[in-house]
């Protein structure tokens, strides 16, 4: 059974510029859960997605946005984008709530 | 008070030696609770899930206390590969959200 799946693994943007990051699901899950992960820090909510729609969103501003498809995949998107979005991001699914996350392996952000 | 607490470390630990982590978690509602594991500059890694009745995996115990709202993870033998750090993840039944404590470091040294 395939994992969860992240793309790009390594994306490099200049300041002012957009991001959109990808994310699948473990085949059967309709969760997917955005988190950030500066360098040395802890896992940072950021969005959860549930059957298509927005279930919850972290203290993020409105630059970070998202979406889920009706296959479940997810999309995050940064907006106008700062030096200290510069992180780890982490894509999960899980089967349903109170199920553990399944982590992808992230995508690498770099803003310069 | 945090909703979810763990003492970050760094724990250093000698190979073979029994370590034990707790992390607290303040609504008393809670329902779900795991152990994660993430390595340097990886994604957590799910290591065991945590119910009531306590449970075992290999060298892995993990037990629930309601009464005093702490889970724990208790490490036997300590290899060199358990170095990482552990995360615990409490339900907040609330909203269905995931909380996570901020980790706490485990290094074990030869």
């Known amino acids: 059974e395939a994992g969860v799946t992240q793309s790009p693994t390594h994306l490099i943007k200049t300041r002012g510029q957009q991001a959109t990051l990808r994310c699948s699901p473990i085949?059967?899950?309709?969760?997917v859960y955005w988190y950030q992960q500066a360098l040395g820090l802890g896992l940072q909510f950021l969005l959860w997605?549930?059957?298509?729609?927005?279930?919850n969103r972290g203290n993020f501003p409105p630059r970070f946005s998202g979406r889920q498809f009706p296959n479940y995949s997810s999309e995050l998107n940064v907006n106008a984008l700062e030096l200290e979005d510069s992180a780890l991001y982490l894509c999960?699914?899980?089967?349903?709530?109170?199920?553990?996350?399944?982590f992808g392996n992230g995508t690498r952000l770099t803003v310069t | 008070r945090k909703e979810v607490e763990q003492d970050p470390g760094p724990f250093n630990v000698p190979e073979g030696a029994t370590v034990a982590f707790n992390c607290t978690y303040s609504n008393s509602a809670s329902q779900s609770f795991f152990w994660y594991r993430q390595d340097c500059r990886k994604e957590p890694k799910l290591l065991m899930s945590v119910y009531s009745s306590g449970n075992e995996d290999g060298r892995f115990t993990a037990q629930l206390n309601r009464a005093s709202q702490y889970i724990s993870l208790l490490i036997r033998d300590s290899k060199l590969s358990d170095s990482a750090t552990y995360l615990c993840v409490v339900n907040s039944n609330s909203n269905y959200q995931l909380i996570w404590g901020a980790g706490t470091k485990l290094i074990i040294k030869p």
């Open positions: 085949s059967g899950h309709t969760s």
């Open positions: 999960a699914s899980a089967e349903d709530n109170g199920s553990p996350l399944h």
């Open positions: 997605y549930d059957e298509g729609e927005e279930r």
